[in-house]
């Protein structure tokens, strides 16, 4: 149930940091503030940030093995995006694999920082 707990801080610090950079980028889109061309690196950017404070979070929580909890953490985040992908309808294509295969890489180097930032506590 511990673990659960660990798992449960960290999808929610992932999900509520897309959900207020992705407002934050969409209001100033909105009034013209930013630009449609860094609206599309935001696109990239924000999921990418997101996931490595998410695997921070667990990492920072974790005993050992931070590449490992960074691993479980992306895998949960990405299975969900792609099943919310093919309720909407869309395809998965290449692309989308190197995308996630880019957030599994930020969850990991995510946990990995911060389960070295708690052995420095």
Known sequence: ????KKILKSFLFTISSVIILTFLFTLLNYFDIIGSKIMNIAKVII???SLALGGFVIGKNANKNGWLEGIKIGIIIIVLISIGNLI???????????????LLISAIFGSMFGINMKKES
């Open 1 to 4: 149930m511990k673990y659960l």
């Open 88 to 102: 909407f309808g869309q395809n998965i294509n290449g692309k989308d694999f190197i995308f996630y295969a880019l």
């Open 47 to 49: 999921p990418l940030f």
